[in-house]
């Protein structure tokens, strides 16, 4: 019917599920905060110290954001 078009269409929870995610996403990487990076740090080491002598101390992963380009930047220190 016509006015069916002016009525409000019920979102599914997947649905909005998807769009508060979007939302969290979008203000992780607007405040340039990363909440994984602690996370991919000690999985890092845990790899790379099967296979080279590192100091677990001196590993630095960043995240930086120029403009629209976001850098993943990961030091290790080999001994």
């Known amino acids: 019917m ?4 002016f009525k409000k269409k019920k ?3 997947a649905q909005r599920a998807k769009e508060r995610l979007q939302i969290i996403l979008a203000h992780e990487r607007a405040t340039n905060k990363a909440p994984f990076l602690d996370d991919l740090r000690k999985d890092l080491i845990k790899v790379v110290a099967k296979y080279v002598d590192i100091d677990p101390e001196s590993i630095d992963v960043t995240l930086q954001k120029d403009n629209s ?3 993943l930047e990961i030091n290790i220190p080999i001994k």
Request: a negative charge.
């Open 11 to 13: 979102k599914s929870s």
């Open 69 to 71: 380009i976001e850098v």
């Open 2 to 5: 016509f006015l069916d078009f």
